[in-house]
């Protein structure tokens, strides 16, 4: 019984831990040289409503992952515009804890391995194909789960962006993203926001050992830096080009916020380099990710599957997705919850039990006591936090 996860991100780290919780062979394939994808420049975790959905994930059983994130915190319950109780981990060492994580349960890491096509049989996928440094590689499993995310490759960020402005993901490297949920020809959807199609991601990071000395020292005792923008050098309309609309609050346009995640996390799409110069303590900042963030931030949103809540793709039998390749779900948390739940469901289907999911019609139902609807609560209580309002529509 084999499962393969294409995509090492939070989403496909989650779906193969579970995978192999559940009994099955567990294949994670990642194109880069590293898991975690965009999770490598994040850092926020536990703020608002996520709080809810990680001890709930935690309390299921679940644990694994989120203990190993608290164990490589920055800090901890803090607050700022938007972000209530929010923890911050350390982008720097998180990557190789959940490696190991990963290695020690038994999950088989195949790193620099890019999923090119897929193999069909009727309506289920019966391998993958994919290039690993230059080799073409075949491998045949049971059942697939599409953790691809949504952002780039640089011909949407051409397209609907400022361009590659080499973020994390490394395009030109290792290839773009290849969603194998289109190879098995799904119909695919991106976020549609006035004419907008995508969204910048929301936050970029600068070098901290740039920042003059006295920021530098809040944010490394505080967590938080929030220096306000002169009127000349703010920028209107940046706050509508954000991947997280529910953060878009006007604090985010007055002031430059930076969070301390290793990185100098700035929350804005991005800031033309020399004008943040010219704010106070601000005269040497450079980038660490995207490399260019004075002009753009990478696009994320293209690219979804319609699914089931079980998270089955539809169309094909046996392809699940998780994390943003699954919808609106912008952030660690909600990748996290939709893996697991995709990876437990997927070793279901190749048991032939039934999946964990409850009809639409129960989405506002309270909490029972069965496992299958404390599932679906723990992702709708995640949802309804995070989208106060649509966050943008779906075409
Ligand atoms: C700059 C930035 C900052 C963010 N900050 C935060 C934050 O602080 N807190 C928060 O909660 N959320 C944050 N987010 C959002 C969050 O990172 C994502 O919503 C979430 O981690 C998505 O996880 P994922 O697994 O779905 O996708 P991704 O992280 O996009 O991972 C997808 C993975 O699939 C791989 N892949 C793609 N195609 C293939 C293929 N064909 N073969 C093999 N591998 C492939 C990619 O290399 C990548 O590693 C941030 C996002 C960005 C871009």
């Known amino acids: 019984m084999r499962v ?5 991100g939070w ?31 994040g850092g926020i975790m536990r703020n608002n409503g996520r709080y809810t959905a990680t001890e709930e994930l935690i309390a299921m059983g679940e644990k694994d992952i989120f203990n190993a994130i608290d164990g490589n915190l920055l800090h901890r319950d803090i607050n700022f515009p938007g972000h209530r109780h929010a923890s911050l981990y350390n982008v720097a060492r998180m990557e190789p804890v959940i490696k190991r994580l990963l290695t020690e349960s038994g999950v088989q890491i195949h790193l620099m391995t890019r999923v090119t096509d897929v193999e069909m ?37 051409n397209k609907y962006g400022n361009g590659c402005v080499m973020c994390v993901l490394r395009c030109h490297t290792f290839g773009g993203r290849v969603s194998v949920a289109a190879k098995a020809g799904v119909n695919e959807f991106s976020g549609q926001k006035g004419g907008q199609t995508g969204a910048f991601s929301g936050a970029c990071k ?38 997280c ?26 800031f033309p380099l020399e004008m943040l110069r010219e704010i106070p303590g601000f005269e040497c900042a450079r980038y660490e990710d995207p490399y260019s963030g004075g002009l753009g931030n990478s696009i994320r949103y ?41 990876g437990y469901n997927a070793v279901g289907y190749v048991m032939g ?22 599932w679906w609560n723990m992702v709708v209580l995640t949802l309804n936090s995070l989208f106060p309002a649509p966050c943008c529509s779906i075409e």
């Open 11 to 41: 989403g496909g780290c989650a779906a193969a831990l579970s995978v192999k919780k559940r009994g099955a062979e567990s294949i994670s394939l990642e194109r880069t040289d590293m898991l975690l994808g965009t999770g490598l420049v």
């Open 353 to 374: 039990e039934p999946p964990w999911c409850c009809p639409i019609a129960w989405q506002s139902a309270t909490v029972s006591g069965i496992r299958a609807n404390r």
């Open 4 to 8: 393969i996860v294409v995509g090492g």
């Open 121 to 157: 049989n009727g309506a289920c996928i019966t391998a993958l194909k994919a290039k690993r440094s230059g080799e073409s590689v075949r491998l045949e499993g049971d059942a697939f789960i599409d953790t691809t995310g949504t952002a780039g490759p640089p011909a949407q960020c």
């Open 206 to 243: 600068l070098h901290k050992e740039s920042l003059a000395d006295e920021l530098l020292k809040e944010l490394n005792t505080t967590g938080k830096v929030v220096v306000p923008i002169p009127p000349a050098l703010k920028i209107k309309g940046k706050l509508a080009l954000k991947a």
């Open 245 to 270: 609309q529910q953060y878009a609050l006007k604090e985010f346009e007055d002031n430059v916020i930076l969070l301390d995640t290793g990185h100098a996390k700035l929350m804005s799409p991005f």
């Open 302 to 342: 293209i690219g979804m599957s319609s699914r089931d809540d079980a998270m089955k793709v539809d169309g094909v039998d046996n392809l699940y997705c998780a994390g943003e390749k699954a919808g609106l779900l912008v952030g660690h948390t909600e990748a996290i919850c939709t893996g697991t739940l995709a």
